[in-house]
Structure formats: structure tokens, C-alpha cells
């Protein structure tokens, strides 16, 4: 069984910057994929971004690359999302989800965080 917290969600500025985390209890957090989906009011829960269990690989929606980097510390149990040069299209809840494999669709993960709102204002 694993825990997942978000956090670090907020209001910013469009061209601004947010730093997610989540941490996630358990002492096999190595062995997960982890993954961001957002879900913004009304629509379908969308993929964002995936790292596999070492940190080695990782992929990105076309809508958040060049923007946004997912990185992990497996040492602290915490998965990160940075996001740079922010868009109020980015205004959406966003989840952290752990699986097996770095998948980029919701069914492919087991475990996921409450959410942390996240928007930016034009």
C-alpha cells in the first residue's frame, strides 16, 4: 500500500513558477513509476508527466515540455513537479499517481494523492 501527498499548489502569475511535491509513504517507493495528471473543472483527468523508479526516464505531454520537469529523490520518498513559464491553461487540480510502469494513462496507475489546485491568472 501506497500514501501520496501533494503539495505545494497555488495562485500564480501566467510566467511564473510552482514547484509541486508529493510524498509518499512506504519503503518500496523506488520500485514505482510515479506520474502528474491535472484535472481541470469539467473535463477528463489528463497526463502530464512520468518518471520511471530509477529517475533514468521520464516523459512529457506535449502541452508542459520544455516547460515543466518531473524528478524524484527516492532517498526522501518524494516525487517533484516543477513548473516554469506557467499558463492559465495550466490551471487545473493536479495528482501524483505511483504504478508499476511509466505509463501515461490513469487506469495504469494504483495509487494516487488528494490533489493540490494549481492556477494562474492571465
Known amino acids: 500500500q501506497v500514501q501520496l501527498v501533494e503539495s505545494g499548489g497555488g495562485l500564480v502569475q501566467a510566467g511564473g513558477s510552482l514547484r509541486l511535491s508529493c510524498a509518499a509513504s512506504?519503503?518500496?517507493?523506488?520500485?514505482?513509476?510515479m506520474a502528474w495528471f491535472r484535472q481541470a473543472p469539467g473535463k477528463e483527468r489528463l497526463f502530464v508527466a512520468t518518471?520511471?523508479?530509477?529517475?533514468?526516464?521520464?516523459y512529457y505531454a506535449d502541452s508542459v515540455k520544455g516547460r515543466f520537469t518531473i524528478s524524484r529523490d527516492n532517498a526522501k520518498n518524494t516525487v517533484y513537479l516543477q513548473m516554469n513559464t506557467l499558463k492559465p491553461e495550466d490551471t487545473a487540480v493536479y495528482y501524483c499517481?505511483?504504478?508499476?510502469?511509466?505509463?501515461?494513462?490513469?487506469?495504469?496507475?494504483?495509487?494516487w494523492g488528494q490533489g493540490t489546485q494549481v492556477t494562474v491568472s492571465s
Open positions: 499517481a505511483a504504478g508499476t510502469l511509466a505509463f501515461t494513462t490513469t487506469t495504469k496507475y494504483n495509487y
Open positions: 512506504g519503503r518500496t517507493f523506488s520500485s514505482y513509476a
Open positions: 518518471i520511471s523508479g530509477s529517475g533514468g526516464n521520464t
